[in-house]
């Protein structure tokens, strides 16, 4: 059974570079007919948040991206508390008493000499008489996992044989001065606990795989249990580093500005490697043709530009029945297909189809150009009778022409502004019919 997790943060929206390593996971998932389990990190209770816990599992549900099972790890200290004590009583965890100053000096000091900033190992050996005087000075100790000095090599679902060695690495704490676990430890035991087969993220947690490998192995558990995919993290468009806080990445504000599911689905799923991106109108084809070695090794940039346009793409390609229902939730059902078939090619976002409705209902009223009105006046002399259909802008523009002169923009272009108030839209022979002769008539007597 192959079991993968989501693990992220509730300390914020989700955006898109989490989003697509939810995805990622997820698609494999569902590839391999195995569970997907959705893990909030919320052992910092000051930063962590439940309404940002929520935001994240309604974020997900928008794009169509089931769970099997949620946890919380601020549920499950229990479990983490048992293993700090294996751990320990295995000689694996130190107790360390330096300060956060006393460890940012020995960094700079390092730094200064040109050597990594690794540390020392000073606490290792500190005798039973140094720590009491450490603890009577009111120091409280955290732990340190103690690394063995040798490579982990693992085959990376994504970049073919890793190897990264443990002597160029921390020990990493675990345990922070105040007794709370950190992200590393839990996420390791709770792996372990919940039977994760692949993980699945960007290439920066490289070195954090060879400490997680040691420690599920100091924890009883078999490393080639788990398989490691490791792939380029998203960048913006400039090569600059996303953040969570920045709001419109948030998929949030992407869903409140009408960018489509599938859409994000559809970009995330293939940017980043060998694939074309195609906008996709359900999961099913992303999900059949999901491979992690397809990652390319080159930094994919993310495109709010172009996520927008393969939205508006994917609305073009929408058929009546799949946007019916989310109409009528929009207070739009009085759209009818007829509508949707004219306006669909010509919106951005399904909220836009407003616009046009009003455009066509006398809801709109559009302000004429003062030097288009004498022709206007023409134009209003020589409008046809209904019926209408898609004739009639050919018949009445025919006449005009004749009879004016006139000819390309500026024959066309003063009808669709005083009509539409739009120099670009829905072609005029087919919104004309859905304007309707008495408006039509409104709009050019007040030109």
């Known amino acids: 059974m192959v079991i993968l997790r989501f693990a992220p943060s509730p300390t914020g929206l989700l955006h898109v570079g989490n989003a697509r390593t939810a995805l990622v996971n997820w698609l494999f998932a569902k590839r391999h007919q195995g569970t997907f389990i959705l893990r909030y990190d919320d052992?910092?209770?000051?930063?962590?948040?439940?309404?940002?816990?929520?935001?994240?599992?309604?974020?997900m549900a928008w794009l169509g991206w089931d769970h099997d099972a949620v946890y919380y790890q601020s549920k499950r200290?229990?479990?983490?508390?048992?293993?700090?004590?294996?751990?320990?009583?295995?000689?694996?965890?130190?107790?360390?008493?330096?300060?956060?100053?006393?460890?940012?000096?020995?960094?700079?000091?390092?730094?200064?000499?040109?050597?990594?900033?690794?540390?020392?190992?000073?606490?290792?050996?500190?005798?039973?008489?140094?720590?009491?005087?450490?603890?009577?000075?009111?120091?409280?100790?955290?732990?340190?996992?103690?690394?063995?000095?040798?490579?982990?090599?693992?085959?990376?679902?994504?970049?073919g044989p890793l190897s990264?060695?443990?002597?160029?690495?921390?020990?990493?704490?675990?345990?922070?001065?105040?007794?709370?676990?950190?992200?590393?430890?839990?996420?390791?035991?709770?792996?372990?606990?919940?039977?994760?087969?692949?993980?699945?993220?960007?290439?920066?947690?490289?070195s954090n795989t060879a400490v997680q490998i040691q420690l599920l192995e100091a924890l009883g558990g078999n490393a080639a249990d788990i398989n490691f995919?490791?792939?380029?993290?998203?960048?913006?468009?400039?090569?600059?580093?996303?953040?969570?806080?920045?709001?419109?990445?948030?998929?949030?504000?992407?869903?409140?500005n009408g960018v489509e599911?599938?859409?994000?689905?559809?970009?995330?799923?293939?940017?980043?490697?060998?694939?074309?991106?195609t906008p996709e109108t359900t999961l099913t084809p992303l999900i059949e043709h999901f491979d992690p070695s397809a990652f390319s090794a080159n930094t994919p940039k993310f495109s709010p530009t172009d996520l927008k346009r393969l939205s508006a793409k994917l609305l073009h390609r929408m058929s009546y029945d799949q946007v019916k229902d989310r109409l009528s939730h929009m207070q739009l059902?009085?759209?009818?297909?007829?509508?949707?078939?004219?306006?669909?090619?010509?919106?951005?976002?399904?909220?836009?189809?407003?616009?046009?409705?009003?455009?066509?209902?006398?809801a709109f009223s559009p302000t004429p150009r003062a030097d288009d009105a004498p022709y206007l006046k023409e134009a209003l002399a020589l409008l046809p009778e209904e019926p209408w259909d898609e004739n009639t802008w050919q018949t009445w523009t025919a006449s005009l022409k004749e009879q004016t002169g006139r000819q390309g923009r500026a024959l066309f272009l003063p009808l669709r502004w005083a009509l539409t108030g739009l120099e670009h839209g829905p072609e005029m022979k087919k919104i004309l019919p859905f304007i309707g002769r008495e408006i039509v008539q409104a709009r050019l007597r007040s030109a």
């Open 43 to 59: 052992t910092d209770l000051v930063r962590s948040k439940e309404e940002y816990a929520s935001a994240i599992a309604q974020d």
């Open 77 to 159: 200290l229990p479990l983490y508390e048992k293993a700090f004590e294996i751990l320990k009583a295995s000689g694996r965890l130190y107790p360390c008493y330096e300060t956060p100053q006393e460890l940012d000096f020995k960094r700079k000091r390092l730094l200064s000499m040109g050597k990594p900033p690794l540390y020392d190992r000073a606490s290792l050996n500190l005798s039973t008489e140094q720590k009491e005087a450490y603890e009577k000075e009111g120091r409280t100790p955290h732990w340190r996992f103690l690394l063995e000095h040798r490579a982990v090599a693992w085959q990376d679902l994504a970049r």
């Open 164 to 206: 990264y060695d443990g002597a160029s690495l921390s020990d990493p704490i675990l345990v922070r001065e105040d007794g709370s676990f950190v992200y590393t430890f839990c996420s390791v035991v709770d792996d372990l606990d919940m039977k994760v087969t692949h993980i699945l993220r960007g290439n920066d947690h490289i």
């Open 229 to 256: 995919g490791h792939f380029p993290l998203l960048v913006g468009e400039n090569g600059e580093a996303l953040s969570k806080r920045l709001g419109s990445l948030s998929l949030q504000e992407m869903r409140e």
């Open 261 to 277: 599911a599938m859409a994000i689905s559809s970009y995330l799923a293939h940017l980043g490697t060998r694939d074309e991106i």
């Open 333 to 362: 059902a009085h759209i009818t297909e007829d509508f949707w078939q004219m306006a669909r090619e010509n919106i951005e976002t399904l909220g836009e189809v407003a616009g046009l409705w009003d455009i066509c209902h006398g």
